[in-house]
Each structure stands twice: as structure tokens, then as C-alpha cells.
């Protein structure tokens, strides 16, 4: 630590964000260190500690032998003052060498919310902020994670992205870099040598056209350049790198747990899930595995909660013969066993059963809609009787509490629609009084309404967001609807960020100016309520003659080009378009254990065979 920031650290916020120096952080001899990786997570210390994938990638990079990994992640407001008064450039964690010395600067993105951050964090670095202004080989600036799968937005400001899982394809990007300094290529040569590994994308080597409509009318890759870049995927997932040693947190964190990430991808298909759809197709780990990985996590961390995660847990098929082996081991040692994620269709008594002696946290369902017609629109492939159903077995489980997530402004919602969602609140909460063991302490349902945000590479990529007055206006009748019922507590989202959100996951490159704009005006931690400013954002698009609108509430053609088009998560367009039209017929479509779609991900597997 510095002698500055030293003197800095008792007048901020949460000093422990700023030392490193915690259980199980990694030091290496500078000495010995090649390549030193600034790892950059776009938001505070208690967000980015508790994201896996930054875990995870750490652990592989510092695996590498003379590559040092060390962890950046954003200031608070207060501390980015102190740090722009006293002239401290942002610095990493374990060394507290600023993030300007480093060879490559990584950037883990996975809410489009934090991109004023990503620029925000490259200024208090003294880094150049566009791709363009860094003409040596080092501060390469790359990027990886949801947000990549459209990154059109930033490409002005990353060198390059690395598309999907990351485990094996950072090691060949980190190895080809060490290789490019040791014999001394120019930044040219390396980003022509790295676009040749599978699932990096150099924007720089596509050129984007515009039409007399504003619609992008080609996409020109430089020559021997491939039309698309394709993403990767781990397939052995048992054999696929696990931090089995994590880092403690010195600070309270936003998911303080060991978190064992159960199996990736998704059989369901919810039309509106990027996450469903671009991580496709399903791998999972064995029980087996799992058990070894969380013992070795919770002996050597000390940690007393363990979540096991993935997109959807409970359609994990080892999960009974997993939590059988976990709870007798959990129990002795006191630690808690939460199983987010599950769906209210499948969630059995027996897992109730089971996780019924753990500490009663809430349990979280998302219906997304209230009617079963709009639920088969979204292909949510859940009835109103599992869901009640699964309440009441929670219920009678002694739950007293339930999340229940919804969203507003779906493709061909109708007030009805809208109305049917208070209904279904209202019966969960009759289930309670009807099955509930514990009435003394009251029943307790929070429920959120999300404004819907058409979201790239799903079936509703081309739909439109509802103006935010109508959204606006819906949710206020919903709430209305629910205010005199017991129990009952509804929120919904703020529409500005939910617009912006929409603008750069549909966004293109004309975006990007508007983004620095808005940074010099002041934008940063957008995610967070007491610092995002809308008056800001569209001061800065108006500033740029940039229509946030043209992105959000505008339905993309069917034959249009999109921005993403040079992006391939392996889905076939086709089956997006069939999606699409089976959910305005309000026809759903199996589950992929049900039977296989035809989504085209199985071409991802050396044997193109889905083990759904
Ligand atoms: S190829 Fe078939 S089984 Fe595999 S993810 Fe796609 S729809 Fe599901």
C-alpha cells in the first residue's frame, strides 16, 4: 500500500475494498512475472467478489506459470474523489501497482449498466480510452463475459473479446501474449495472431455500413477475416478448472458463499432469457465432483454457506443424490445449503423435505407473467398449479416467505395480462393461509415487476420495449390492485434504467460516442440508485444526435442486420424466427430433455450430441 493511499483509506467508505491482502489472494515475485493482468471487474468490491466467473478465471490465469492476475475493481464515489485530489492513478489489489503498468487489462462484463464504469475505471487509470489511441503492445484492453455476445457499443474502446466461457480460450490469449512480447511484435501482429484463436472477436477488422434508414446495411470483415466469430464452451466440465481455494473477502460481500456451479446452460427455453439461450447447450458436473469441490471449498475458506448454482437448479438430474451426500456434511459443520434458482414446477417434496431443518431464507419463483396465455407466449412452460402447488409444499415445508419475480411489458401483454399477475398473488397468498404450519409469524410475499428488455440472441431480439408511460402506467395499476392485500409487498423497476439498458444490449457502434459523453458528464456506478442520472445520459444523446428510441422502442426487421449478426452463440437464426412466431401463436415449445428443438448449440460438442 502506498503511503497515499495509506493516508486516504480512513476517510472513505469501506477501506477493505481498497487493501487486497485477504485469505487465499495470490502474490507472485514480480520478479518471475511475464505478463502481469490487470483483472477489472466493472463494479464495487461486494459485487465483483461475488461473481464466479471472476473467481474462476482468476484461479486460471495465476495457474499460468509466469502470469500474475491481480484484481481492479470500481471506487466508490467517495474514494474516486479522494483518488482524482490527490492524483492516485487506480491500482491492483495485491500489488498496488497502477492498472497503466500493466500488459493486458481484462474486463469481466455481465450488466450492460456498468459499461460508464468500464470507461470510468479506464480514465482514473490514465489508460487511453479508445482502442485506437493505444498503439503499443501494452494496455491491451479485452473483454469477456454476457455483455460480449453484442458488444458493439464498446468496441471502440476494447482491442478485443473473448466470446463465451473463458477457461480454456484465456489461457491461449494470455500464452500468445507472452509469446508477442517476448519476441517483440507490434500491437498489428498481435491482434491479427489472436483473432485467429477460436472465439475472439477484433471489431476493428469489420466494417459497418449504414442506410439511408439508419439500419446497418453491411457488415465488411477485412480480408481473410471469418464472417463470424463463434463462441467457446467447456465441454468437460469435471475436468474444467474450479477455485477450490477462494479468496476470503475481508468485507462483507453481496453473496458471501461458496458457490458450486452445478452445470451451465439451459433445457428450458423462456423466450425472452439471454442467458438461456447464449449458454447453450447444457453441461453439467457430476455429483460426484461436486461434493469433492465443496468440501475442499468449505475446508480450506472457513465459509458456513454453500449455493449450489446454475441457471435452472432443480432440472440439475443429480440433485437429490447431491444434497443427500452435502446435508449430513453441512449439518455437522453448521453451514448452510441454499438451492436458488429452482422452478416452481419441479420443486419436490423431497428437496423440501430435505433443506427443511436449514435456515428458512425466502424462496424465490418467477412466473414472469400472470396469465397462463401470456406464460405460453414467453414459453415460461409453467402452470398456475405448479406454481400454487409448489407454494404450498414450501408452505407446509415451514416457509413463511416467498419471492415472486415478474415482468411488464411483454410481447402482446394486455391489461388482462397485467391484472391476472395481483390474481396470482392473491391466490399464493390464500395457499399460505390454507397450508402454512407457522401462521404466528405472518405470511410475507415480495413481489417485483422488471420492465422487459428485448435482450440479443432469443426469439423477442427483434421486439420492442413498451414506452416507459405505459409500462409506468401498468405498474401503477398493479400496484394499486395490490395494495389492500395482507402480506403483500410489490416493487417495481425504475424505467430510465431499464431504457438504457435496452439501448446498449440492442446497440450498436454509434453508441459508443454517446457513452463517453456521458462519462465526461459525470456518469458512473449507474447500477446503483443514489448515482444514476437519467438527465445526464440524455443530455449526452442529445449531444451525439443519438434517438435512445431508434434502439429501444423501434421492432427489428425479420431481414434486417443486426448488430450481433457477427456474433455466433451457436443458435441458428432460423430457429429464433420459428420461436418467435410460435410465441405470437402462443404455442410453447418443449423442454430440451422433452425432446430437442433444433436450436443448432449441440454443433458446439465434438460429437454434436446434446446430453440435456
Ligand atoms: S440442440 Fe436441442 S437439446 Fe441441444 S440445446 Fe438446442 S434445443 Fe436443446
Redesign the pocket.
Known amino acids: 500500500m502506498t503511503d497515499l493511499l495509506g493516508r486516504i483509506l480512513p476517510t472513505v467508505q469501506k477501506p477493505a475494498r481498497y487493501t487486497g491482502g485477504e485469505y487465499n489472494e495470490i502474490r507472485k515475485d514480480p520478479g518471475q512475472v511475464r505478463v502481469n493482468v490487470a483483472f477489472c471487474f466493472p463494479d464495487t468490491y461486494e459485487i465483483g467478489m461475488s461473481n464466479l466467473g471472476m473467481r474462476i478465471l482468476y484461479g486460471v490465469m495465476n495457474a499460468m506459470e509466469g502470469v500474475w492476475c491481480q484484481r481492479v475493481f470500481t471506487p466508490w464515489a467517495d474514494m474516486e474523489e479522494a483518488m482524482r485530489r490527490n492524483g492516485l492513478p487506480l491500482w491492483a489489489l495485491e500489488s498496488g501497482r497502477p492498472v497503466k503498468d500493466f500488459d493486458l487489462i481484462a474486463f469481466s462484463i455481465g450488466y450492460e449498466m456498468s459499461y460508464s464504469n468500464i470507461l470510468n475505471m479506464l480514465r482514473l487509470a490514465g489508460v487511453p480510452l479508445e482502442a485506437r489511441e493505444r498503439t503499443g503492445l501494452s494496455n491491451i484492453v479485452f473483454a469477456g463475459g454476457v455483455c460480449a455476445f453484442n458488444p458493439e457499443p464498446l468496441v471502440a474502446f476494447f482491442d478485443f473479446f473473448s466470446l463465451g466461457e473463458g477457461e480454456e480460450s484465456t489461457v491461449e490469449i494470455v500464452s500468445l501474449y507472452d509469446k508477442a512480447k517476448a519476441e517483440g511484435w507490434d500491437k498489428p501482429r498481435f491482434l491479427r495472431e489472436v483473432a485467429q484463436i477460436p472465439g475472439v472477436y477484433v471489431p476493428s477488422f469489420y466494417r459497418h455500413e449504414y442506410g439511408a434508414d439508419g439500419t446497418i446495411a453491411a457488415i465488411v470483415p477485412d480480408a481473410g477475416v471469418p464472417a463470424t466469430a463463434r463462441k467457446r464452451i467447456v465441454e468437460d466440465l469435471d475436468n474444467a478448472f474450479f477455485p477450490t481455494k477462494m479468496i476470503v473477502p475481508s468485507t462483507e460481500i453481496v453473496h458471501d458463499r461458496a458457490n458450486l456451479e452445478v452445470f451451465r ?1 439451459c ?1 428450458r ?1 423462456c423466450r425472452f432469457c439471454q442467458a438461456g439461450f447464449s449458454c ?3 453441461r453439467k458436473k457430476s455429483a460426484q465432483v461436486l461434493y469433492r469441490q465443496a468440501v475442499e471449498t468449505l475446508e480450506d475458506s472457513g465459509i458456513n454457506e454453500l449455493t449450489l448454482s446454475s441457471l435452472s437448479t432443480s432440472d440439475y438430474r443429480e440433485l437429490e443424490a447431491l444434497t443427500d451426500k452435502l446435508l449430513p456434511y453441512c449439518r455437522e459443520r453448521r453451514v448452510n445449503l441454499s438451492v436458488p434458482s429452482l422452478r416452481a414446477d419441479n420443486f419436490s417434496r423431497q428437496l423440501t423435505a430435505r433443506l427443511q431443518n436449514q435456515r428458512k431464507s425466502s424462496l424465490t419463483f418467477a412466473p414472469e407473467a400472470g396469465s397462463q396465455r401470456l406464460r405460453d407466449v414467453i414459453n415460461k412452460n409453467l402452470t398456475e398449479e405448479e406454481i400454487l402447488s409448489s407454494c404450498a409444499v414450501a408452505f407446509a415445508g415451514g416457509w413463511n416467505s416467498v419471492k415472486l419475480y415478474f415482468m411488464l411489458g411483454l410481447p402482446t401483454e394486455t391489461e388482462e395480462d397485467v391484472l391476472a399477475i395481483a390474481e396470482l398473488i392473491e391466490k399464493v397468498a390464500a395457499t399460505w393461509r390454507a397450508n402454512a404450519v407457522n401462521k404466528k409469524r405472518g405470511l410475507r410475499i415480495h413481489a417485483a415487476a422488471a420492465y422487459f428488455v428485448p435482450k440479443p440472441h432469443t426469439p423477442f431480439q427483434w421486439e420492442k420495449q413498451l414506452p416507459m408511460e405505459e409500462y409506468l402506467r401498468r405498474a401503477r395499476l398493479l400496484k394499486e390492485r395490490l395494495r389492500n392485500v395482507r402480506g403483500v409487498e410489490f416493487n417495481y423497476h425504475d424505467p430510465a434504467l431499464s431504457r438504457l439498458e435496452a439501448v446498449f444490449a440492442r446497440g450498436d457502434r454509434r453508441i459508443g460516442p454517446v457513452l463517453r459523453r456521458a462519462v465526461e458528464l459525470g456518469a458512473r456506478l449507474d447500477g446503483w440508485d443514489e448515482y444514476f442520472s437519467y438527465e445526464i445520459w440524455l443530455r449526452a444523446f442529445r449531444e451525439c444526435g443519438v434517438d435512445p428510441d431508434y434502439y429501444a422502442c423501434r421492432g427489428f426487421g425479420e431481414e434486417e442486420i443486426l448488430p450481433w449478426d457477427t456474433i455466433d452463440v451457436g ?1 441458428k437464426k432460423d ?1 429464433l424466427l420459428r420461436e418467435r412466431r410460435r410465441a405470437y401463436e402462443g404455442r410453447t415449445t418443449r ?3 422433452a425432446g ?8 458446439l460438442l465434438k460429437e454434436a450430441v ?1 446430453d ?1
Open positions: 446452460g433445457i427455453g447453450r447447450p447444457v443458435l430457429f423442454d430440451c430433455r430437442c428443438a433444433g436450436c443448432g448449440a449441440d454443433a446434446c440435456a
